[in-house]
């Protein structure tokens, strides 16, 4: 519904992939007991509808980032709540730079991105690193080597487990990486126009796989399924592409209404690929005191 609170449809959202999980649960109970092929063909039922939903959840979250910021803003508590339900805190968690925002602009915010690659690419480094490490490895020969460890690895502990402490360190610095590039309109339009070219590489691909699978069409069982699953491939890609362009946008929505109200954007004859899907991406602007009276008689009876 075009009116209705985010809140809302999380809730209803945590609610259907926590019934979907107990299912779940039930069902995999059931297929341990009798490996039924039948129970599992339901797993993977259930399993297709939970990821269906998360997808929709993902998509919600950008499409009311703006709404989303506010909730941070004006109801701190809550938005903990969100963050720790079990259903949609992962999904918080994931896409943080939907509700925090870097107070870094120009040649900081790209000195910070610049320090967080270079402390990625050391953990890579440390990471391959420990792959060819048989046994433990202690705290001292790590960090003389890997400095960027320092304070993060205590004692002594087997190879296996600092690579996945390195590789846990990794998704939060991608996370912060994500969150100081969303916030800067020059990183944004650097990453977008990136996408841009890459997805027009996809649609020349995808345009090639057409073309194979309709001249194969007719010529042999393998060689159409070759070409179809060529072209299934290609589009995915697309459509892979275009949906991240348009997340891009709406992750900042004062950017994305910064290029919808450019002047020229009636004036020009031929607009730019940038334009062109700034103008196809519907994002949810709110009335700050409107949506705060919504808020705190939602939160008042809840």
């Known amino acids: 519904m075009k009116d209705e609170l985010l809140v809302d449809y999380l809730e209803e959202a ?5 019934a979907k999980r107990e299912e779940l649960m039930e069902f995999r ?7 039924d092929k039948d129970i599992r063909e339901e ?36 938005f903990e709540v969100l963050l720790e339900d079990e259903e949609i805190g992962k999904i918080l968690k994931k896409k943080k730079f939907l509700y925090r925002q870097s107070k870094l602009k ?26 060819t490490w048989h046994g433990t490895i202690t705290e001292k020969q790590l960090t003389a080597t890997y400095p960027i460890l ?45 996408f841009i070219i890459r997805l027009k590489r996809a649609e ?23 070409a179809l699953k060529s072209l299934k491939k290609a589009e995915k890609r697309r459509e892979h592409l275009k949906r991240m362009i348009g997340h891009l946008l709406l992750a900042n929505p004062e950017f994305l209404s910064t290029l919808k109200k450019q002047k ?4 020009k004859k031929k607009k730019s690929e940038l334009e062109k899907f700034a103008e196809k991406v519907g994002m949810k602007r709110i009335r700050e005191k409107t949506w705060l009276e919504k808020m705190n008689k939602k939160l008042s009876v809840s």
Do not use: C
């Open 29 to 35: 109970r059931q297929y341990e007991q009798l490996y």
């Open 106 to 131: 120009g040649d900081e915010a790209v000195h910070k991105l610049v320090e967080i690659t270079n402390a990625r690419r050391r953990l890579r480094d440390a990471k391959k690193f420990l792959e």
């Open 204 to 226: 020349m691909i995808y345009m090639q796989a057409k073309a194979k699978y309709d001249q194969a069409k007719g010529k042999g069982s393998v060689t159409e399924y070759s």
């Open 264 to 267: 020229s954007w009636l004036q």
């Open 14 to 18: 945590s609610e259907y992939l926590r």
């Open 43 to 78: 797993m993977d039922i259930l399993n297709g509808e939970i990821n269906k939903k998360k997808a929709e959840i993902t998509d919600h979250l950008y499409e009311n980032a703006e709404e989303l910021r506010y909730i941070k803003k004006y109801f701190p508590e809550y």
């Open 150 to 194: 320092k304070g993060k690895i205590r004692g002594k502990h087997d190879s296996w487990e600092v690579i996945t402490k390195i590789k846990e360190l990794d998704k939060e610095l991608k996370k912060e990486g994500w969150v100081v590039i969303v916030s800067s309109k020059e990183l944004i339009l650097q990453v977008i126009e990136k």
